[in-house]
């Protein structure tokens, strides 16, 4: 069996850059959706029921700081573990880790609620993942973290946001 080093669940998952960091594709999109009328306020329109990617991201690089309007599910596939930094929406600083050692507190999902801020490092070379949202994701329910912004928002995570952020 060849090497699973990140380069070669890139070329087998054929997976492309993601604009907040690493590698994704797109695995699932519900073809059924869920009527904006049947969705909270913050929702803009109708949304798939479900979405699900797949996600990877190399030493040295991150998932940047953002919010979705969706619960997002990770699930730990391979590589070393990943680091997940969660603010929520009453500024509490959570440090998730995800991978398989539950034993040091390292678990194979982890769930980040609708509404907290978030960002992902590896802990080694590589890590790959899944996320699952629903309602399904949307461009339009994603917002990048700005430096400037979440420093004043969360002044005393001010050092993690501004390592984590583009």
């Not at 380069?7 to 059924?32: C, D, M, Q, T």
């Not at 619960?71 to 969660?86: N, S, T």
């Not at 929520?88 to 034993?103: A, T």
Request: hydrophobic share 35%; proline share 6%; glycine share 6%.
């Amino acid at each position: 069996m060849e090497n699973r080093t990140s380069k070669y669940w890139i070329k087998k998952l054929n997976l492309l850059a993601h604009p907040e960091g690493g590698w994704f594709k797109e695995v699932y999109r519900s073809k059924e959706t869920v009527q904006k009328n049947a969705l909270p306020d913050r929702f803009t329109g109708n949304r798939s029921i479900s979405t699900a990617i797949y996600y990877l991201l190399e030493k040295g690089d991150f998932s940047a700081f953002h919010r979705i309007k969706s619960d997002e599910i990770w699930h730990f596939y391979d590589g070393e573990p990943l680091e997940i930094i969660e603010i929520n929406p009453d500024g509490n600083l959570i440090k998730h880790c995800l991978g398989l050692n539950p034993d040091n507190n390292c678990f194979p999902q982890i769930v980040i609620p609708a509404q907290s801020w978030f960002a992902a490092r590896p802990a080694g070379t590589f890590t790959l993942v899944g996320c699952t949202v629903s309602p399904g994701f949307d461009f339009e329910d994603f917002e990048m973290g700005e430096k400037k912004k979440l420093s004043a928002l969360f002044p005393e995570h001010k050092r993690i946001v501004e390592e984590l952020c583009r």
